[in-house]
C-alpha cells in the first residue's frame, strides 16, 4: 500500500507547516482531521479542498458536504474520495479551506511516495512540525474552563544583552545600597 508524504503550509506564512502521511486508499475526511489536529484547530466548522496545479489555482472541490449554493460542477465528497484517486501528478498540490468565516487556507503539497509503510505508525500521521502554528480563535485559548495566556520569559541575568545600561551614570553604589537596607533593618 502507498504512503503518500504532503507537505502542509500555513498559507500567510510558508515557514509554518506540517508534513502529514496518509495511506492513498484513506478518504479526504481522513487528511481533513490530520491536518486539523497537525495545527491544533478544533473540527467544528465547515471545509472543503480544491484540487490544485502549480499556480494554486483552484479547481476541482472535495467537499464536506453539499452546501446551499449553486455548483458549476457537483463537488465530491470528503468521506467517499479516496487521496490516491485525486493524485494525476506527482507534485499534486491541493488547497484546504477551513471555516468560512475566517477563511483559514492551507497549501497542500505532495512531497514523496513511499511504498513501504511504517508498522509503529497509526495513519494518517503527522511526521514533521516546522513553525508555530496559528490561534484559531485568536491570542487566548480555552484550557478546561479557565483562559490561559502566552508568557514571555525574559533573561534578566548580568551579563545578558541590555542589562545595566540605564542607570549608569548614578552615582549610588552597591554598597550604599547595602548601608541601607542594614539600617533599615535594625529599625525594624
Given amino acids: 500500500m502507498a504512503i503518500l508524504k504532503f507537505r502542509v503550509y500555513f498559507e500567510e506564512d510558508d ?12 478518504h479526504f475526511a481522513d487528511l481533513q482531521q490530520a491536518i486539523l489536529k497537525a495545527f491544533e484547530f478544533d473540527s467544528k466548522h465547515a471545509s472543503t479542498f480544491f484540487r490544485s496545479n502549480d499556480s494554486w489555482q483552484r479547481g476541482r472541490e472535495i ?5 446551499d449554493k449553486t455548483y458549476v460542477v457537483e463537488p465530491l465528497l470528503m468521506a467517499e474520495t479516496t487521496i490516491g ?6 507534485n499534486q498540490k491541493f488547497i484546504f479551506l477551513y471555516d468560512f468565516v475566517r477563511n483559514w487556507t492551507f497549501l497542500i503539497e505532495l512531497i514523496n511516495v513511499s ?5 509503529k505508525i497509526i495513519y494518517p500521521a503527522t511526521v514533521r512540525v516546522e513553525g508555530i502554528a496559528p490561534s484559531q480563535y485568536g491570542t487566548k485559548g480555552l ?3 479557565k483562559l490561559a495566556e502566552m508568557e514571555e520569559k525574559y533573561d534578566l541575568q548580568s551579563g545578558a544583552e541590555g542589562y545595566g545600561t540605564e542607570g549608569d551614570d548614578d552615582e549610588t553604589s552597591e554598597e550604599e ?3 541601607e537596607d542594614e539600617s533599615s533593618e535594625e529599625e525594624i
Fill in 115 to 119: 511504498k513501504e509503510e511504517n508498522p
Fill in 85 to 90: 484517486s485525486e493524485i494525476f501528478d506527482p
Fill in 177 to 179: 545600597f547595602g548601608a
Fill in 63 to 67: 467537499s464536506l458536504e453539499k452546501y
Fill in 143 to 145: 484550557v478546561g474552563d
Fill in 15 to 26: 515557514s509554518v507547516y506540517r508534513d502529514i502521511a496518509i495511506r492513498h486508499k484513506q
